[in-house]
């Protein structure tokens, strides 16, 4: 029997890498519904090539590009954000979660709706909302696969069974591209430079956390909800070959890590094939290819996103939220040449030092307070940062 799956933001990167993973195997799957923001004719093309049953743009606009695009293929077609939610409540076997964004938020939680599996490349949302995403789970009996790198490796390499005999889990991080500047030199870096990541080609928005290393700190609060496992539990290492891509410590001193390819279509293959596994056209690992393999320890100085983020678990769900809605203004401010790259981190320390406990018990609780959140950063950006940078100047 095929597996029905459904690609929620097939035109990003982990969308096209998803797309290349099922296109090398298209006898395993049938693709239900693939959805992009505003890439009409990429969006198109994908649905063609992956034999889609129906393709779905969020933004309004582009409805006539995409009709034009697919007239005449017997593939539906359906815009706005209500038809995101509803390709998301579309009954799948296994729906990918790869928008970018807390805009994945009510896709998710309707995909969990529908009880099947959940594959969660999205980190975002469990970041913003990552009690209410599990005990959603939990309530409607979804399974949810990690796509994330880290969270993949975990995952696959973790006693779900006997968790007690968990010590704790390392998290490795490439340190991105200012892995050995100083903090001056990241004064100036440029965006182009921000997302030039030396090991994994990804979307403009990971690739900036990635240079701040706000990415790892999300991941932290990813785990911690993904696995159930306290902050104190989760270690960060700087890895700079990405091959081990995370490992679990057990009680008896052993340490199972998994490795690979940096390729995303390697832990992609892996939720797509769950619980089985599959052939995917990505990079294999070839450790022979391998000068050495390195490890560090993060300098929290330099990347004090690090430390943010365990302070954030600590302070409670309304951080956690402030956390991620502050670092998605700030680095769109820093990608349109808004603000400087350390400015990022000086956004959300300033609305973290401001955030008070509020309560947050419904997504719809959790989508005002992200989107006050919003406001209060852009309004930080437009009087106080540049402020600070007109008194500087
Ligand atoms: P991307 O920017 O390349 O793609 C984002 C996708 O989401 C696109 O298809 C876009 O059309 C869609 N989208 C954007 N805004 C939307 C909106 N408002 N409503 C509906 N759809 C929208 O991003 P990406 O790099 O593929 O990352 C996607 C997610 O996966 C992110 O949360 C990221 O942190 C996570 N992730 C990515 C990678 C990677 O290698 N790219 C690795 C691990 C985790
Ligand atoms: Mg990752």
Partial sequence: MKKKVTILGATGSIGKSAADVILSALERFDVQVVTANTNAELLAEQAIKLKAKRAVIVDETKYDTLKSKLDGTGIEIAAGEQALEEAASEPADLILAGIVGIAGLKPIMKAIEQGSCVAIANKEPLVAAGPLV??????HGTTLLPVDSEHNAVFQVFDFERSDGIEKITLTASGGPFLNRSLEDMANVTPDQAVAHPNWSMGRKISVDSATMMNKALEIIEAHYLFNIEPDKIDVLIHPQSVIHSMVHYKDGSVLAQMGASDMRTPIANVLAWPERMETPGQKLDLTQMNKLTFEKPDFERFPALKTAYQCLESGLHSCVALNAANEVAVEAFLTNNIGFLDIMDCIDHIL??????????????IEFDETIRAKTKDFITNGVTKKAAQSS
Avoid at 134 to 139: H, L
């Fill in 134 to 139: 599990m005990a959603a789970a939990k309530k």
């Fill in 353 to 366: 030092g401001k955030t008070k406990t509020t309560k947050l018990d419904t997504i719809t609780d959790i």
